[in-house]
């Protein structure tokens, strides 16, 4: 009898999909079937480029701007949520929106117009570029400065350090934003907090299932596109928390042999705009190396569900259809 330890993979759990993709990637699905392709997409829906991909094979037409879509077409708005000033673009040009945007991103949408309204000093929280950081200081760009990690809390100066509020990306690491709050603080000490937690539960879930098993872990796996926020932070926060290695790949054909020299256990996640299958083709390519064994790591039960774009849904109901759809998300049996 061989006496090697088993090399088996501890599967994270939550991963994958959120309620917000879900919703948005459900959005545009329903849209391609009810009013025919071609359909207009603003942006990536979601940022998968499995999802972009097979969308597109399906008559989704992503673009970057409102100015690309034909005047009067449809076109849908990402989950990562735009600013009024999109809005009003889209208007100009008669266009007929879905608005995707995932509700999570819309209340710090919300918390930004009402300091802004009472005339607080804004600091939003984000990566410099990212598309929900500019739906969100679209809101009230005289009042929001951007500010991107710990190090750039130095450069942030204010009019009235009295009266001064963080707001925060949705898909940040927890902990590095909260060392950033700190440091914040330390330099204004009545600094005010969000009503409510900005990054949401579905990041959160996602990092303390990886914090979990990364411990435990000779190289982490996490499933995700490069311009994914949230996807990134998992590889981060696998190594900040004990991962021998942590990886990124799209998808299982850009898995390295040499990853896995000598490893007995592979730890595996996905971001949350991530669709199961792809994970599924990393735990079947990684079984042809001899990780057989999978063992789900679960930290948390998610059973959030949104209902669809308000536009989409009245069409389907005038249409006589159906506007709910069945439960998936998380329940998933490995
Ligand atoms: O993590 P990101 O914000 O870059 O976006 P995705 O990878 O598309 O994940 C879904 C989050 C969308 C909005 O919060
Ligand atoms: Fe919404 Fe969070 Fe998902 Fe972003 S990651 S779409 S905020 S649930």
Not at 100 to 115: D, G, I, N, Q, Y
Not at 129 to 148: K, N, R, S
Not at 230 to 250: F, M, P
Not at 307 to 318: N, T
Request: proline share 5%; with cysteine; glycine share 6%.
């Amino acid at each position: 009898m061989s006496d090697a330890p088993t090399k088996r993979i501890l599967l994270a759990a939550p991963r994958g999909y959120c309620a917000g993709v879900d919703r948005a990637v459900v959005a545009v699905e329903k849209a391609l079937d009810h009013y025919g392709a071609p359909v207009y997409v603003r942006k990536e829906i979601v940022h998968n480029k499995y999802v972009v991909e097979t969308l597109t094979e399906r008559g989704a037409i992503f673009v970057n701007e409102t100015d690309e879509v034909p005047e009067g077409a449809r076109v849908i708005f990402s989950a990562h949520g735009v600013s009024p000033a999109v809005h009003a673009q889209a208007a100009a040009r008669n266009l007929d929106t879905i608005d995707a945007t995932c509700p999570l991103v819309t209340k710090v949408h919300k918390e930004a117009v009402r300091f802004a309204n009472d005339d607080y000093d804004i600091l939003l929280i984000g990566h410099e570029g990212h598309e929900e950081v500019e739906g969100t200081a679209g809101e009230a760009p005289e009042h929001i400065q951007l500010v991107d990690g710990p190090d750039a809390v130095d450069a942030v100066t204010v009019r009235d350090p009295d009266k001064v509020v963080w707001l925060s990306q949705t898909t940040l690491s927890v902990d590095e934003t909260m060392e950033t709050v700190r440091r914040l603080r330390e330099r204004f000490p009545n600094l005010a907090d969000p009503p409510s937690d900005d990054i949401c539960y579905a990041t959160q879930n996602r990092q303390v299932a990886v914090k979990k098993i990364s411990p435990h872990a000779d190289v982490v796996i996490v499933v995700g596109s490069a311009n994914s926020s949230n996807s990134v932070r998992l590889v981060e926060v696998a190594l900040e928390t004990g991962a021998g290695a942590a990886y990124r790949v799209d998808r299982a054909a850009e898995l390295r042999e040499e990853w896995f020299d000598g490893v007995t256990t592979v730890g595996l996640t996905s971001g949350a705009s991530v669709p199961e299958i792809l994970v599924r083709d990393v735990i079947d390519h990684l079984a042809t190396l001899g990780f057989g064994d999978v063992e789900e790591v679960r930290t948390a039960t998610e059973d959030l569900m949104f209902s669809l774009p308000r536009e989409l849904r009245a069409d389907l109901k005038k249409a006589g259809q159906p506007t709910k759809r069945p439960r998936q998300l998380d329940l998933r049996p490995v």
